[in-house]
C-alpha cells in the first residue's frame, strides 16, 4: 500500500523515553499533504509539533503508525527534503553564499559548479540579499540570516520544505516581509511546505491547510482550509472572513489546552467551511 | 606603516621597556646585591658571555617542547573527540583525567626518569606532553557536546554521514575553543620540558644552563635564562597566535 499524496502520517504514535517513564507525544496523528500544497500545524506549546518534522524528515522513526513521502515509507532522512529552523543555524566560517551552497556538498544535483553558484545567487536574489553573498553571517541581521537559512533549504531543489517556526524569534515587520517572501518563492518554483508555527496569522496567511494538534499526546484535532484565491496581500488577513477563521482558530486552541470545550462555538451561529480533521 | 600596526608594534615594546627600566631602577636604588636580585644590565654579559650555550640550549628546549606539544595537540584532540561525542566516554573518563591533571608533575618527573632511565628526550618530552594535553582534550569535548543539535540537522536531513557532519560543522566549529586551550598548553608544555630539565637534570636544555649557573652561583646567569624561556614562550605563544588567524580567523568580530 503506497500513499496518493506527497506527505501522509498514517496514525502516528510516538512517545520519548525519559528517566521517568515513556512521554507520549503523539497519539494516532494522521495529516494529509496534496503536492505543492502548503500545510501550517499549530498546537499549545510541548505538543509534540517539532517531533511531526523529525518524523516527515526521517530524523527520527514513529513508535507505531507510518510516514509517507512522495509515495514511499521514510525510514531515513532523505535529500528530497529542506528544512529551516527558528535558530537560522549558519555556519560563522562560511560566507552566506558558502552557507547557502552547502546543501549543494552533500546532495548530488547533476549540476556544474557554476550553476550551483548561479543557482545560490538566483535565490538570494530573490529572497532580496543580493550584494550580500560575500559577508559572513555575523555581519548580518537576525532577518537577513533567517533569508539565508531559507535559501540553504531550497538550493537543492528540494521536493519538500519543512519549517520548523522560521520566523518566531523576528519582529512583526521582519516577519510580515518574510511571509510575502515565501509567496514569492512558491511562485516561482512550487514545493510542498510544512510549516510549524505558533503565530495564526501566518498560518492562515501563508496556508492552504491550517491543522490544530490536541494537547500532549497530540492527535489532528482540527482542520481548515484557507481558500483565500488569488495573490494574498497582508490585507487579506483583516477581511471579516480572515478575521473569522482566526477566530475559530483561537477556539481550536483555546479547546486544545483544555481552556474552552469543544462545544462552544467561537461566533454565534455561524457554520464554517472548515472540517473536523481526522481524528479528532 | 599604518598607525594600527605602529600601535600593536609599539605598544608592547614600550611597555617591556618601561617594566625593566623599573626593575634597573628598583635594584640600583635599593642596592641589591645580584644574588639576591639581578638587574636588567647584570644580564647582558652573561647573554654575551654564554650566548653559543643559549642558542643551542634553546633549541634543546624549543624542539622537546614543540614535540610535546604536537602529540599533546593529537591525543588531546582525539580524546576529546570521544568524550565529545560520547556521554559514557566523558562520564567514565572525566574524574580520571581530572585526578591525572591534579598531580603536580614535578612528582612525576623522578617517577619517568626511572622508568625510562637515560632516554632523556623521551622523558623530556613524555612531561611536556603530559602537562599540556589536558585543555585540550577538555576544550575539545566541550566544543562537540555542545554542538546545537540543529547544526547536525540541517546535515543530517539530507543524509550526510557522521564523518562529514564531523569534518563540515562540527570541527571547524570547535576551532576557537581548541585555539584558546593551545594558548594555555603551549605554556604548559613549555613548564613541563623545564621540569624535566631542572627537577632531573640531564645536562640539556634550558633548565640544564639555569642549573649550572646555580651550581656555580652565576646569580646574573640564572636570570639570564628566566630571560630567554619567556622570551621562546613568547614566541610560540605567537605562532599559535598566527595559525589561530588562519584557521580560526571568523571568530573574531570586526572591531567596531
Known amino acids: 500500500m ?68 512522495s509515495g514511499q515509507r521514510v525510514t531515513s532522512p532523505r535529500p528530497t527534503v529542506g528544512m529551516a529552523f527558528q535558530n537560522p543555524v549558519l555556519l560563522e566560517w562560511r560566507t552566506i553564499l558558502q552557507n547557502v551552497m552547502l546543501p549543494l556538498e552533500i546532495v548530488s544535483t547533476g549540476m556544474s559548479k557554476s550553476e550551483q553558484v548561479d543557482r545560490a545567487m538566483g535565490l538570494l536574489k530573490l529572497v532580496g ?44 515587520f521582519t516577519r510580515e516581509d518574510l511571509w510575502q517572501t515565501m509567496h514569492d518563492l512558491r511562485e516561482i518554483e512550487p514545493f510542498t511546505c510544512l510549516l510549524i508555527t505558533h503565530d495564526l496569522r501566518e498560518s492562515v496567511f501563508l496556508a492552504d491547510q491550517v491543522v490544530v494538534m490536541s494537547g500532549r499526546p497530540a492527535h489532528a484535532q482540527y482542520t481548515m482550509d484557507v481558500d483565500i484565491s488569488g495573490k494574498r496581500t497582508l490585507d487579506d488577513l483583516y477581511t471579516p472572513k480572515a478575521v473569522e477563521m482566526l477566530a475559530i482558530l483561537r477556539h481550536q486552541i483555546q479547546v486544545a489546552q483544555g481552556r474552552a470545550s469543544s462545544v462552544d462555538a467561537p461566533l454565534d451561529g455561524h457554520p464554517t467551511k472548515a472540517e473536523i480533521g481526522a481524528g479528532a | 606603516m599604518n598607525s594600527a600596526t605602529l600601535r600593536k608594534i609599539a605598544a608592547p615594546v614600550i611597555t617591556i621597556v618601561a617594566v625593566l627600566a623599573i626593575w634597573e631602577f628598583l635594584v640600583w636604588f635599593y642596592q641589591l646585591p645580584n644574588f639576591r636580585m639581578a638587574s636588567p644590565s647584570d644580564l647582558i654579559p652573561a647573554f654575551v658571555r654564554y650566548w653559543d650555550l643559549f642558542l643551542i640550549k634553546s633549541w634543546e628546549t624549543l624542539w622537546r617542547t614543540v614535540v610535546g606539544l604536537g602529540l599533546a595537540v593529537v591525543f588531546g584532540t582525539l580524546l576529546g573527540m570521544v568524550m565529545g561525542f560520547s556521554r559514557i566516554a566523558r562520564e567514565g573518563l ?140 613568547i614566541f610560540l605563544f605567537y605562532i599559535v597566535v598566527f595559525l589561530e588567524r588562519i584557521f580560526a580567523g571568523w571568530a573574531e568580530r570586526a572591531p567596531n
Request: aromatic letters at 10%.
Open chain 1, 2 to 69: 503506497t500513499s496518493p499524496f506527497q506527505i501522509e502520517l498514517r496514525d502516528v504514535t510516538h512517545a520519548y523515553r525519559t528517566d521517568a517513564g515513556p512521554l507520549p507525544v503523539l497519539d494516532k496523528l494522521s495529516i494529509r499533504m496534496e503536492k505543492n500544497s502548503f500545510t501550517a500545524v499549530v498546537g499549545p506549546s510541548g505538543c509534540g509539533k517539532s517531533t511531526l518534522t523529525r518524523l516527515v524528515s526521517g530524523l527520527m522513526r514513529p513508535d507505531e503508525g507510518e510516514v509517507w513521502l
Open chain 1, 129 to 172: 540579499l543580493e550584494g550580500f553573498e560575500e559577508k559572513r553571517p555575523s555581519e548580518l541581521s537576525g532577518g537577513m540570516r533567517q533569508r539565508a537559512s531559507l535559501c540553504r533549504s531550497l538550493v537543492h531543489n528540494p521536493e519538500v520544505l519543512i519549517l520548523d517556526e522560521p520566523f518566531g524569534a523576528l519582529d512583526a
Open chain 2, 94 to 233: 572525566y574524574p580520571l583525567l581530572v585526578g591525572f591533571n591534579a598531580i603536580p608533575k614535578a612528582t612525576v618527573v623522578p617517577i619517568v626518569a626511572l622508568m625510562f632511565v637515560g632516554q632523556h628526550d623521551f622523558n623530556t618530552i613524555l612531561i611536556a606532553f603530559m602537562i599540556s594535553f589536558f585543555p585540550i582534550a577538555v576544550s575539545v569535548s566541550i566544543g562537540l557536546s555542545t554542538l546545537e543539535p540543529e547544526y547536525r540537522d540541517i546535515l543530517r536531513s539530507l543524509g550526510a554521514s557522521n564523518f562529514t557532519i564531523f569534518w563540515k560543522i562540527a570541527l571547524p566549529k570547535t576551532l576557537p575553543e581548541f585555539f584558546g586551550a593551545l594558548k594555555v598548553a603551549v605554556t604548559l608544555a613549555f613548564i613541563g620540558t623545564n621540569l624535566m630539565e631542572i627537577v632531573s637534570p640531564h645536562g640539556r636544555g634550558l633548565g640544564d644552563l639555569f642549573d649550572s649557573g646555580r651550581i656555580s652561583a652565576d646569580y646574573p646567569l640564572m636570570f639570564a635564562v628566566l630571560f630567554a624561556l619567556a622570551a621562546l614562550g
